[in-house]
């Protein structure tokens, strides 16, 4: 059974501020990540994908893989009010398919 | 480019009624199409996936089935909806998920 971890939260941050979101995996096969954003309501849109050990940046947004202590995280840099979802972490298990975490919510105040 | 499209966007339906849901994709060929359930305040269920005409394998056992007659067409079916059916389905694609707008299902 492949497990995703994310704490549920909610997560309230300031707006500018950085935001932390974590993920922690349990099948040490996996080979790639991902984070999704989802707005209430609305289906999840992809945001960040990463493969190998190291960071990832794209804008504001920082993923950041440690494939030895089967942890994921998402940095999102000056957190904007429209920054506020849930954030799910998805890992790949065997045979195409995708294992998701069952989210992180997040509040950016303005 | 590619799209994926599901319909309907709203379901209601009493107990014991089927069901059939219908995700079509647009602009690739050959794709790996997936079902998951988003229960109210709980993560993605993955329920069927499938990686050709006529092959679907199931994740978890239950009321639902699923069939791929075209290579974009991937359909999900009740025989007798349960209450504990209710929830927001959406269809996928790979790569990295390319998800449908999503069907959000409410047994009464």
């Known amino acids: 059974q492949k497990e995703v971890e994310q704490n549920s939260g909610p997560l309230s941050v300031p707006e500018g501020a950085i935001a932390s979101l974590n993920c922690t995996y349990s099948?040490?096969?996996?080979?790639?990540f991902f984070w999704y954003r989802q707005y209430s309501g609305k289906s999840p849109e992809l945001i960040m994908s990463?493969?190998?050990?190291g960071d990832k940046e794209d804008g504001r947004f920082t993923a950041q893989l440690n494939k030895a202590s089967q942890y994921v995280s998402l940095l999102i840099r000056d957190s904007q009010p429209s920054d506020s979802a849930t954030y799910l972490c998805?890992?790949?298990?065997?045979?195409?398919?995708?294992?998701f975490g069952t989210g992180t919510r997040l509040t950016v105040i303005p | 480019s590619q799209t994926i499209h599901q319909w309907p966007a709203t379901l209601v339906q009493p107990v014991g009624s089927p069901l059939s849901l219908e995700c079509t994709v647009e602009?690739?060929?050959?794709?790996?199409l997936y079902w998951y359930r988003q229960a109210a305040g709980r993560g993605l269920q993955l329920l069927f996936y499938?990686?050709?005409?006529?092959?679907i394998s199931s994740e978890v056992p239950q009321n639902l089935s699923a069939s791929r007659p075209q290579d974009r067409q991937f359909i999900l079916s009740s025989k007798k909806l349960l209450l504990s059916d209710s929830g927001f389905y959406l269809c996928?694609?790979?790569?990295?998920?390319?998800f449908g707008q999503g069907t959000r299902l409410t047994v009464v």
């Open positions: 998805a890992v790949t298990g065997g045979a195409n398919n995708l294992f």
């Open positions: 996928a694609w790979e790569p990295e998920a390319f």
């Open positions: 499938s990686v050709g005409i006529g092959q």
């Open positions: 990463i493969y190998s050990n």
């Open positions: 099948d040490r096969v996996s080979q790639s």
């Open positions: 602009g690739t060929s050959n794709p790996n």
